[in-house]
């Protein structure tokens, strides 16, 4: 009874310690294709086999009561600390590969997902490129605004030199 107490403990804080939480199916998976998996997403996320009556208790208390549906069945869940979008391509690149592995659903900002919910998250740019991207965004307005603040003094820069031409060769 301690034990399973111990265990719902550490499972209601790793719900409410993580940013986003996916659901999987392992049947047929073998330990070690288990263990490539988690490997692949171990940067982002920790990957626990779990006792769905159990994971049903602590996803209660902490407020992720939205999974119940999904806990049947061989479940492993994807805790994840890092990047949820690294950890949902992760995922869909190890079930391209081993088909076995069916990805339930999820939990993520306070919204379940469904699978195909986690499908478009894994579709989403990683956070860097989106980064990258807002920045070159915003170098280019910047140097649109430096061009049209400098463009009237190179035309006025322009002018005053054809005038002085035009005096020096009427002069």
């Known amino acids: 009874m301690a034990n399973k107490e111990a265990a ?8 409410q310690n993580s940013t986003a939480v996916l659901l999987t199916e392992y049947r047929g998976l073998t330990v070690g294709q ?3 998996l988690r490997k692949s997403i171990s940067a982002d996320a920790t990957y626990a086999v779990v006792k769905n009556t159990l994971t049903k208790i602590a996803a209660n208390k902490a407020d992720m009561s939205s999974l119940n549906d999904d806990l049947t069945g061989p479940t492993a869940i994807a805790f994840v600390h890092g990047d949820p979008v690294a950890v949902a391509k992760g995922l869909r ?5 081993n088909p076995l592995l069916v990805i339930k659903g999820g939990y993520f900002d306070g919204n379940p997902l469904t699978a195909e919910e986690v ?3 894994a579709e989403l740019e990683s956070r860097e490129v989106l980064l990258a991207k807002l920045a070159g965004t915003f170098k280019a307005s910047l140097f649109g605004a430096a061009y049209l603040f400098n463009a009237p003094l190179s035309k006025a820069v322009r002018t005053v030199d054809a005038l002085r031409e035009k005096q020096e060769s009427a002069a």
């Open 8 to 15: 719902v403990a550490e499972l209601t804080d790793k719900f």
């Open 119 to 121: 499908g478009k998250l």
């Open 34 to 36: 288990l263990k490539e």
């Open 93 to 97: 690149a190890f079930t391209k590969a």
